[in-house]
C-alpha cells in the first residue's frame, strides 16, 4: 500500500452528545494538510473503499467518517450544530429538509453535467447511486416453488398459505427507520396494494426490523422467509448469502432511492469537501447507466419529501401503519 | 462669421437623447411588467399550494387533522428550486410546519425575510367549528425568490437587449433623419459658393418650404448688390467722364487763349491754370481707377500673367515720354516670372509706378527695371535717379491722397501708389518703399507670391 491509512475505530463515548453515533473511523495519512468530516448512514465498510480512492487522489487529507442513522445525522446537525463537512444519507427527506431548511450550501461541481437533471436539488444535494427497494426471500423455503414478482403474487401467496408465513414476514419498523419510513410513504403514494399487504403482514405477525442487514441476516438463516422494502444494494453486496438468499425487484413497481451525499453549511474544510463530492459524483456517474426499468419509480427529490416529514402528515401516517400492522 | 451651434448636432443630440430616454423607459416599463407576471406567477402557485393545504385540514372527533396533499409541496418543485416553508394555525397556536414564519393578519400574498433569505408568502384561512365554536384555521405557504431572481436576471438581460437593439436602431434612423434635413442647406450653399465672382442670378435650386424665406432673402439681397454693383460702376464711369469733358475743354481754350496773349503776367497765369486743369484731369482718372481697383479687388478674376510681357507693353507705351526728358530705361527680367493675377489691376499697379518713375525722373537719368524670381515670389524693382522718398513719412505714401512734400512742379494725384499698395494686397503679395542703394532716387520693390 502506497499510503499509510490507518482505520482505527473509535467507540463514541462522549457524554456532551445526546445523539448516538455507531462508530467514528479515522482515515489518516501521513502529513495530512486537512480533516474532512463526513457524517452518514452508509456501513463504514461499505464505504470504506471510497475513502481510499479518495485519499489515492488526494493524500494530503484526512477523513473522519461517522456512520449513525437518518435520524441521528438530523440530529447532530439541526440539534447540536455538530461539525461535519459531508453529510451522506439514504434518507432522501431528511437530506432535503437539510437543504431547505439551509443546512447545506451550494456547490459548484466540476462534474455536474454527468448527473442527471433528477440527481441533484438546489445545487446542494447530489445523488451518487440509485438503490431499488427489493424482496428478498430465503432460497431454501421457495425451493421448487413459484416465486412472486409483484406485490399481488405475495400477497395471493401470504393469503393462500397464512400459516406457512405466520412470524415468518420481516419489514421496517417505519416508527424508527429513517429509510423505512420513505419506503413506506413512497409506497402508499404509489400503490393502494401497499396498505393491503401492510395489513396481511400485520395479520401475519410480521417482526419489525431497524435495518435491512439484519433483516438479510435473518432470512439467510431461516429465522423469517420474507422480508420487505429491504435495501436491494445491501443484499447484492453479500456475496457470502448469494446461495441462500433471493432477490427480487417487484415488477409492479419497485421504489428507488437515491443515496445523497450534501455539503453542510459550517463545513469548516470546504476545499477538501468539494474535492469529495467531485470524487464521489465522478466515479458515480463517470461509468453508471442510468437506470431506466420500466418498474423502476425513482423518488423524485424536491420540496414534496417535506410533506412527509410534516408533524402531523406523519402522525396520521404512523396511526394508519401501526393500526394495520398492530391487530 | 459668427457660428454658435449646428443644427445637425443639435438634431443628433435630441434624437439620440429622446431616443435613450425613450430606450430606457422602455427597458424599465419592460422590466416592471415582467417582474410583476413573475411575482403573480409565484403568487398563484403559492395560492393553490396553500389552497390545497387548507383543503386537507379537517376535525375529526374534535381534532384538527392536517393531511398535507403530497402535490401541495411537490408543485412548487415543479415550477423552481426554491427552498419551501409552510405552516398551519389554528388561532394563534402553530399546528405544525414552521414556527417561526412571518405572520400576517390578513389572508394575502407579501414579501418577508426569513431565515436572511426574501421569501414570498401566501396565507389563506377559514373557518371550522371545533367543539361547537369556529376557529379560523390559516395556512402560510412560503417560498424563497431564488428561482424568481433568475427569471428576473434573464428577463432584464432580454430587456437590456431589447433596449439597445431599439436605442442602435433610433440611433440610425436620427443620423439619418438629420443628414436629410441640414442636405437642403448644404446644397443651396454648395450651389452659391461653386458660382463665378461675376454670377449674381437669383438662387434656383429648389429648397423645402421651411428654407423658402431665407432663399428669398439671399435671393433678394443678391439682386440688390447687383444693382448697386452696376449703379456705382455707371456712376464712377459717368462721374469721371462728365469731370473730364469740361476739363479737356477748359485746357484747349486755355492752350488756345495762351497763344493769343503776349502779356508775360498773363502767359503765367494761363500756364497755371492748364496744370491746375491737368492735375484735375489725371485726379479724376486715377478715381476712377481706384474706384475700379476697389470693386475689382473684391471679386479677383485670376489667371496666369506673363508679368515680363506687361513690363515690356508698359515700358513700351511710357518711352514716348520718357524721350521727351532724355530718360533711358534699362531692363532686366527673368522669362518664369508668371503670376495668377487680375490682368487688368496688374497692369493698373505697375503702370502707376512706372509712370510714377518717370514723372518724378530729372533729365538725362536712367530707370532700372529688375524683374526677377526669388523662390516662391516674382520681385519687381523699379529704381529712379530722382530726389527719392523722404525716409521720414515713407510708410504714409501709399494713403490716399498723400504726397512726398519733394515732389516740386511735378503733376500728381496722390492715388498712384495706394491704387498700387492695394492691388498687390489683394493677390498676398508687398509692395516696399525704400531710397535707392545706387546712389539718389526711390526705389519701389513689388513682390508677388508665383
Not at chain 2, 434 to 444: D, H, I, M, P
Request: glycine share 6%.
Amino acid at each position: 500500500m502506497r499510503y499509510f491509512i490507518t482505520a482505527c475505530l473509535i467507540l463514541w463515548t462522549s457524554m456532551a452528545h445526546t445523539y448516538e453515533i455507531e462508530a467514528q473511523t479515522e482515515f489518516s495519512v501521513e502529513g495530512a494538510t486537512s480533516t474532512l468530516s463526513i457524517i452518514s448512514t452508509t456501513d463504514t465498510a461499505v464505504f470504506a473503499p471510497v475513502i481510499a480512492n479518495f485519499q489515492v487522489a488526494n493524500p494530503q487529507i484526512n477523513v473522519t467518517y461517522t456512520a449513525a442513522s437518518s435520524s441521528q445525522i438530523n440530529t447532530a446537525i439541526v440539534e447540536e450544530n455538530a461539525q461535519f463537512d459531508i453529510a451522506i444519507s439514504s434518507a432522501m427527506d431528511l437530506q432535503t429538509k437539510l437543504a431547505n431548511d439551509g443546512y447545506a450550501q451550494a456547490f459548484d461541481s466540476g462534474f455536474i453535467a454527468l448527473v442527471p437533471d433528477w440527481g441533484t436539488w438546489r445545487n446542494s444535494i447530489f445523488a451518487f447511486s440509485q438503490e431499488p427497494a427489493t424482496i428478498v426471500l430465503n432460497r431454501a423455503a421457495f425451493e421448487g416453488q413459484k416465486i412472486p414478482q409483484t406485490r399481488a403474487e405475495l400477497i395471493t401467496l401470504l393469503r393462500s398459505q397464512p400459516e406457512k408465513y405466520e412470524g415468518r414476514i420481516g419489514t421496517y419498523d417505519v416508527r424508527t427507520s429513517g429509510l423505512g419510513y420513505l419506503f413506506a410513504t413512497q409506497d402508499s403514494r404509489t400503490s393502494e396494494t401497499f396498505w393491503r399487504l401492510t395489513e396481511l403482514m400485520g395479520q401475519l405477525k410480521v417482526k419489525l426490523y431497524c435495518c435491512s442487514s439484519d433483516m438479510i441476516e435473518d432470512v439467510s438463516t431461516g429465522e423469517i422467509t420474507i422480508a420487505y422494502n429491504v435495501l436491494g444494494s445491501y443484499a447484492a453486496a453479500r456475496d457470502d448469502l448469494a446461495e441462500k438468499i433471493i432477490i427480487i425487484e417487484p415488477q409492479d413497481y419497485a421504489t428507488v432511492m437515491l443515496r445523497t451525499a450534501l455539503i453542510l453549511k459550517d463545513s469548516k474544510a470546504q476545499r477538501a469537501a468539494g474535492l469529495f463530492m467531485d470524487h464521489l459524483l465522478s466515479e458515480a456517474w463517470n461509468d453508471q447507466p442510468i437506470n431506466q426499468g420500466q418498474n423502476l419509480r425513482r423518488i423524485p427529490l424536491g420540496p414534496g419529501l417535506l410533506v412527509f416529514l410534516d408533524r402531523l402528515k406523519r402522525q396520521q401516517f404512523l396511526q394508519e401503519w401501526s393500526s394495520a400492522i398492530f391487530q | 462669421m459668427n457660428i454658435q451651434g449646428s443644427i445637425y448636432r443639435r438634431l443628433m443630440l435630441q434624437l439620440v437623447g429622446s431616443a435613450a430616454i425613450l430606450a430606457a423607459i422602455l427597458f424599465l416599463l419592460f422590466q416592471s411588467f415582467a417582474r410583476q407576471l413573475a411575482v403573480e406567477s409565484q403568487d398563484t402557485t403559492l395560492q393553490a399550494s396553500a389552497s390545497a393545504i387548507l383543503e386537507s385540514v379537517s376535525v375529526q372527533q374534535g381534532q384538527v387533522v392536517a393531511d398535507i396533499p403530497y402535490a401541495a409541496l411537490a408543485m412548487l418543485g415543479n415550477v423552481s428550486d426554491d427552498r419551501v416553508f409552510y405552516q398551519i394555525s389554528l388561532g394563534t397556536e402553530v399546528l405544525t410546519g414552521y414556527e417561526d414564519l412571518p405572520r400576517s393578519l390578513d389572508d394575502t400574498s407579501w414579501t418577508a425575510k426569513y431565515r436572511g433569505d426574501p421569501i414570498r408568502l401566501v396565507k389563506v384561512s377559514r373557518s371550522l367549528p371545533i367543539n361547537g365554536s369556529l376557529t379560523t384555521i390559516a395556512v402560510t405557504v412560503a417560498q424563497t425568490q431564488d428561482g424568481l431572481a433568475q427569471k428576473l436576471g434573464e428577463i432584464s438581460r432580454t430587456a437590456i437587449l431589447i433596449g439597445l437593439i431599439f436605442f442602435a436602431v433610433a440611433t440610425i434612423l436620427a443620423v439619418w433623419a438629420a443628414r436629410s434635413s441640414v442636405r437642403p442647406l448644404n446644397i443651396v450653399a454648395a450651389a452659391v459658393s461653386r458660382r463665378g465672382p461675376a454670377d449674381l442670378r437669383p438662387v434656383t435650386t429648389p429648397v423645402p418650404s421651411e428654407m423658402a424665406p431665407l432663399t428669398q432673402a439671399l435671393n433678394a439681397f443678391i439682386a440688390r448688390l447687383d444693382r448697386s454693383l452696376s449703379q456705382s460702376e455707371d456712376f464712377i464711369a459717368e462721374a469721371a467722364h462728365r469731370v473730364r469733358t469740361p476739363l479737356a475743354t477748359v485746357r484747349a481754350q486755355a492752350e488756345v487763349t495762351l497763344r493769343r496773349v503776349d502779356k508775360e503776367e498773363n502767359r503765367v497765369a494761363l500756364k497755371q491754370m492748364i496744370r491746375a486743369v491737368d492735375e484735375s484731369s489725371r485726379a479724376a482718372g486715377q478715381l476712377l481707377d481706384h474706384a475700379m481697383v476697389a470693386f475689382r479687388t473684391d471679386h479677383l478674376e485670376r489667371s496666369k500673367l506673363d508679368l515680363r510681357a506687361i513690363i515690356k507693353e508698359i515700358v513700351e507705351r511710357q518711352t514716348p515720354i520718357a524721350d521727351l526728358k532724355d530718360i533711358e530705361f534699362v531692363q532686366t527680367t527673368a522669362p518664369d516670372c508668371i503670376v495668377l493675377g487680375d490682368t487688368i489691376l496688374i497692369q493698373n499697379a505697375l503702370t502707376n509706378i512706372i509712370d510714377n518713375a518717370v514723372k518724378y525722373s530729372p533729365h538725362e537719368t536712367v530707370i532700372t527695371v529688375t524683374l526677377e524670381r526669388k523662390g516662391a515670389e516674382v520681385v519687381l524693382t523699379v529704381a529712379d535717379q530722382g530726389p527719392g522718398f523722404e525716409a521720414d513719412n515713407i510708410d504714409a505714401l501709399t494713403d490716399r491722397f498723400a504726397r512726398g512734400t519733394n515732389v516740386g512742379q511735378t503733376v500728381g494725384s496722390g492715388l498712384g501708389l495706394t491704387i498700387a499698395n492695394e492691388v498687390v494686397k489683394a493677390h498676398n503679395g508687398t509692395l516696399t518703399l525704400t531710397q535707392n542703394t545706387k546712389g539718389s532716387g526711390a526705389c519701389v520693390t513689388l513682390s508677388l507670391p508665383a
